[in-house]
Structures are given as structure tokens and as C-alpha cells.
């Protein structure tokens, strides 16, 4: 069975930096993506960051580009997001996600996610 746990959130001033990990278990050796996805109250979930483990493309969101990063450890088993110049609308539950689809102008539509962590809190202060 797959199971992913996310760690790392914490609160954060406006302009600060914090890095999401996830770790992963149970995945298909099957190149897949994997992904980060965040959720605010009273917002619907969007994906935020995601990688191709077999080419390790990447794409992200408009409003975080320039800012955020995503990438994986060489074993493949961790995945991770760098966020920097946090601003107080990056604040949400984020989610890791798994077994994506492959084309990259795929990679951060949700229904296309067979798997996800139970999330963890980002909070960013002004």
C-alpha cells in the first residue's frame, strides 16, 4: 500500500522561508509524478508544484513561481518543497500527492492524483 507523510509545516512571517517534506512508501517503480497541493479555507484545493520522477520535469503554479521549489531525493522515496518569500496568501493545508499522470501540462491537475498524505499546516503572518 502507498502511504505519504507530509512534515515541515510550522508558522512563518511574510518574507520568510520554510521546506515541506514528504516521505513516500509503496509507490510503483512505473515513472509517475508527484506533486504538491495546497488548500485554504473556503478555497478550493490547487496544485502548487510537481515533478516527473522519470525525466524530473517540473511545473508550478503562476503564483509561485520564482519562489518555490520542487525536487526529489536521488532514491526517489523523498520529496520536497522550498518555499521562499513566503507571503501571507501562501498560507493553507499542503498536500503531497503521488502516482500522477506524465504530460507536463498535466502535472498539477488534481483529479489525475491516486494518492495523497493527510496534509500539513503552512501558516504565513504579515
Known amino acids: 500500500q502507498v502511504q505519504l507523510v507530509e512534515s515541515g509545516g510550522d508558522s512563518v512571517q511574510a518574507g520568510g522561508s520554510l521546506k515541506l517534506s514528504c516521505a513516500a512508501s509503496g509507490l510503483s517503480r512505473r515513472g509517475h509524478s508527484m506533486a504538491w497541493f495546497r488548500q485554504a479555507p473556503g478555497k478550493e484545493r490547487e496544485g502548487v508544484a510537481a515533478?516527473?520522477?522519470?525525466?524530473?520535469?517540473?511545473n508550478y503554479a503562476d503564483s509561485v513561481k520564482g519562489r518555490f521549489t520542487i525536487s526529489r531525493n536521488s532514491a526517489g522515496d523523498m520529496l520536497y518543497l522550498e518555499m521562499n518569500s513566503l507571503k501571507v496568501e501562501d498560507t493553507a493545508v499542503y498536500y503531497c500527492?503521488?502516482?500522477?499522470?506524465?504530460?507536463?501540462?498535466?502535472?498539477?491537475?488534481?483529479?489525475?492524483?491516486?494518492?495523497w498524505g493527510q496534509g500539513t499546516q503552512v501558516t504565513v503572518s504579515s
Open positions: 500527492a503521488a502516482g500522477g499522470p506524465i504530460a507536463s501540462r498535466l502535472l498539477l491537475q488534481e483529479s489525475l492524483y491516486n494518492y
Open positions: 515533478i516527473y520522477t522519470g525525466f524530473e520535469s517540473t
